[in-house]
């Protein structure tokens, strides 16, 4: 079988490394696999390795919808399955559905914004849809109408991380002034308006002064700045750490007591699920798809958005979790990420949808309802 995977551009985010981990396990499973990218660049591309890709535009435009010779490119890769990651791919996916009849295209929901009419229109017209949780799949089956059967849930996986290297989380704690007492605090996210990190700023801030925590936040993008500046204002400076973007933010989860998330776009957390992993709990603003990252109200804390206090109370209650409650905690959630969001598992059902859609001949192009 003969895969596309489309995704405009590779910045640093999670459908981005998505992306690239199911180019690499699609050729892993011995299926010939091209990752299409509209811009060059981008801070993942590093990680691309040795994939086959296809980069259409010559040089960067900063344009991510701007796909020159998309359908040129692909058709002559002559593939069976066109996986569309990301926005701006599954914009373009109901075109790729006209003008490439003999391929199946796959769209997928992987955000929890309103969706331009370009994608809708990809959702009406896909062979299937995959969404990565199981409230994005009740989005398409309420909000935009999609039939059942063309609807499934493939969670996102991760890369299981390695025990890490001994007295990584002392050292790492001891460079940003944290002590053994200290409750660290960890976000790692594109600063994005959406992902609202600015709110967490604001619930640290009402915190007992008498507490000894930091805020770890770790990414880039452009509410970083605006978020500096609101620290500044708060008077948190010694408390708050901007880390920058983390090519391998393993260190930091093993550094960090708890996982904090105030995003209210999601449709699956990378973040939260990564954490779990790393046997993080974590306290996160309800929003699409949070509710499935960890297990509820035992590794997992899912607060009604805006709730500042109930937010802190969590936090609190959390810092004072004794030891042996912690580590029970962590082995918990741990189990629950490999289990959930296995790789492995990811891949197969990814297969065994191309495999079906193939075998049982539905087409893109269909009504879509």
């Not at 091209?34 to 390795?49: H, K, M, Q, Y």
């Not at 600015?198 to 008498?210: E, T």
């Not at 500046?229 to 093993?254: I, S």
């Not at 958005?305 to 004794?322: C, G, I, K, M, Y």
Request: aromatic share 6%; net charge positive.
């Amino acid at each position: 079988m003969n895969i596309v995977v489309i995704q405009d551009h590779l910045r640093s985010g999670g459908t981005e490394r998505q992306s690239i981990l199911l180019a690499r396990a699609f050729t892993a499973a011995g299926h010939p696999t091209t990752l299409v990218n509209f811009r060059p660049g981008g801070a993942l591309e590093p990680s691309t390795g040795d994939l086959r890709r296809e980069i259409l535009q010559p040089c960067d435009t900063r344009l991510d919808w701007f796909a020159p010779g998309l359908i040129r490119t692909v058709g002559a890769l002559a593939p069976d399955v066109i996986l569309c990651m990301g926005r701006m791919a599954n914009c373009h996916g109901a075109r790729l559905v006209s003008r490439l009849p003999q391929a199946t295209v796959v769209a997928t929901l992987r955000t929890g914004k309103p969706l331009p009419w370009l994608y809708r229109r990809t959702l009406r017209r896909a062979a299937h849809v995959v969404a990565n949780s199981h409230e994005a799949r009740d989005t398409l089956l309420t909000r935009y109408g999609l039939a059942q059967d063309r609807v499934s849930t493939i969670h996102n996986s991760l890369v299981f991380p390695a025990a890490p290297a001994a007295g990584v989380r002392e050292t790492l704690r001891a460079s940003h002034g944290a002590g053994t007492g200290t409750t660290v605090l960890l976000c790692t996210a594109m600063f994005r308006p959406e992902k609202n990190q600015r709110a967490l700023l604001d619930i640290v801030a009402g915190l007992p002064a008498d507490r000894d925590w930091q805020l770890w936040l770790a990414g880039d993008g452009p509410a970083l700045a605006d978020c500096r500046t609101h620290a500044a204002e708060l008077g948190l400076g010694h408390r708050v750490k901007f880390l920058g973007w983390q090519r391998d933010p393993a260190p930091l989860y093993a550094a960090a007591d708890i996982a904090v998330h105030a995003s209210w776009s999601e449709a699956l957390s990378n973040f939260l699920i990564e954490a779990q992993a790393h046997g993080l709990p974590f306290v996160a603003y309800e929003a699409q798809g949070i509710a499935e990252c960890g297990i509820p109200d035992d590794t997992a804390w899912v607060i009604a958005r805006d709730n500042q206090t109930a937010f802190r109370e969590r936090l609190l209650a959390l810092a004072e979790t004794p030891d042996a409650g912690r580590q029970s905690l962590a082995e918990r959630a741990r189990a629950y990420a490999r289990t959930t969001f296995d790789p492995a598992r990811q891949v197969e059902a990814y297969l065994a949808l191309f495999d079906d859609l193939r075998a049982t001949g539905s087409s893109s192009g269909a009504t879509g309802r």
